[in-house]
């Protein structure tokens, strides 16, 4: 069995002050400040009424347009690069797997979760079509420009998965039912799955009917938060923001009733403030569930009310990527892994060689989400530098390749053995 004493002495893997996790008093969020009343809810934005004029690149030193979902959704710079809408190069990749689609209005989202650049208290410096999200710009481009592209040739398409993600907004149900019919109209659904990010807060057991009725594959909940306090702290009360841990945990088991088993899952972000313990507590129960866990590395967005605190380190963080891979994949248990008094893994529970070759496979390690057309372990949504800069990865958006591995095993404190 594979057994690690970790070091009390800081390494150069570890973040702020030699820490190896970011413990629950650090990860305070700070409290959201008042928005004058003349930028809240897009006001101006509506007031400019400037008409949009096909594809937005974010732009802070220009009005944005007044545009909307479903004619306009938004998506990942990624995404955009692939669909060959914007220009550059990703390091380490051709293409992104996924399309990433967020609906979009002048309002923004509702919510004011403290880890998000979308977040509501952003109203008062920057406009919702600029504000960055998950590390990179987020293109505004008409849907059915989208949609003409892909039609083209969707069996040979660089997508193996498009997604729409929703958020808090008082239209954002009947627009993700409208965008998702315009795309599985035209786009059969078997060459290229959709999943939904859903918005809990607003939706009830018909909603999530519909999306699977209109030919959506997968459904996931962004819990995001480990714990209950926690999601409290950063997406509930604690920050004037709306979201219920309950009702986000109702709508997962409705969908988890219509869309069976495999076809459900929840978003984790680990390093908030929760140990090592809980998190790969709450993985076992989603696949107990029958569901998955896609989980993503804190970073501290920009402008968030959480941007002043440190990015997990990388032990955390590859540690808890480790133990998720074998929960979620190689039948592994919680119960069979051993923790320190501060909740951090000590054993994984499965023999020194398996542990081995399951670490240089490197698929560990890779982005986690839905999955795409490689194989059932392997995520379609491959976010490229969502939550690292690339000069330090923390989910590789590409097969990690030997000195890539050779890197997580320092992370992890297992001797290299690799040559
Ligand atoms: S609901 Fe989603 S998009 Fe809105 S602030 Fe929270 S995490 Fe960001």
Redesign the pocket.
């Known amino acids: 069995m594979s057994c690690i004493e970790h070091k009390t002495t800081a390494s150069p893997h570890n973040g702020e002050a030699g820490r190896d996790h970011n413990p629950f008093d650090v990860m305070a969020p700070r409290a959201p400040r008042k928005t004058p009343v003349d930028r809240k809810n897009g006001k101006h934005v509506k007031a400019n009424d400037i008409p949009p004029q096909g594809v937005y690149l974010p732009n802070n030193n220009i009005l944005a347009p007044h545009m909307k979902s479903p004619e306009y959704v938004q998506l990942s710079t990624a995404a955009a690069i692939t669909l060959g809408i914007m220009g550059g190069r990703m390091y380490g990749c051709e293409c992104t797997r996924c399309l990433n689609l967020?609906l979009t209005y002048p309002e923004?989202?509702?919510?004011?979760?403290a880890?998000?650049?979308?977040?509501?208290h952003r109203e008062a410096d920057r406009d919702y079509a600029d504000r960055n999200?998950i590390r990179v710009d987020w293109p505004a481009v008409p849907m059915t420009d989208i949609i003409d592209i892909v039609a083209r040739d969707p069996e040979n398409s660089p997508f193996h998965r498009m997604c729409i993600?929703m958020?808090?907004h008082p239209r954002s149900e009947e627009d993700t039912f409208t965008v998702l019919k315009q795309w599985t109209d035209r786009i059969d659904p078997a060459a290229i799955p959709v999943s939904i990010l859903s918005?809990p807060?607003t939706m009830t057991r018909d909603d999530v009917q519909r999306t699977r009725d209109l030919g959506a594959d997968i459904f996931t909940v962004?819990l995001?938060a480990a714990t209950p306090g926690l999601f409290d702290r950063t997406?509930g009360k604690g920050v004037q923001?709306p979201?219920k841990w309950s009702k986000y945990w109702d709508i997962m088991l409705e969908a988890r009733d219509i869309f069976g088993p495999q076809k459900f899952g929840a978003h984790i972000i680990v390093g908030m403030g929760e140990t090592e313990y809980e998190v790969l507590n709450l993985v076992q129960e989603l696949v107990d569930l029958g569901g998955h866990s896609h989980m993503f590395c804190f970073f501290p967005e920009q402008g968030s009310l959480m941007d002043h605190l440190p990015a997990t380190p990388r032990d955390q963080w590859r540690r808890v990527q480790l133990a998720r891979y074998l929960i979620d994949y190689r039948d592994a248990r919680v119960e069979q892994m051993r923790f320190d008094d501060q909740g951090r893994v000590t054993d994984y529970g499965i023999a020194n060689a398996e542990l081995a070759d399951i670490i240089d496979e490197g698929i560990a390690f890779r982005t986690s989400g839905c999955p795409g057309k490689f194989q059932d372990d392997i995520s379609a949504c491959d976010r490229p530098y969502g939550d690292s800069p690339p000069s330090d990865i923390a989910s590789y958006p590409f097969a990690p390749k030997k000195k890539d591995i050779k890197r997580i095993r320092r992370q992890l404190d297992i001797p290299v053995t690799l040559e």
């Open positions: 967020l923004g989202c509702r919510a004011n979760c880890y998000c650049g979308l977040a509501r999200f993600s958020i808090t918005n807060t962004a995001d997406r923001s979201h």
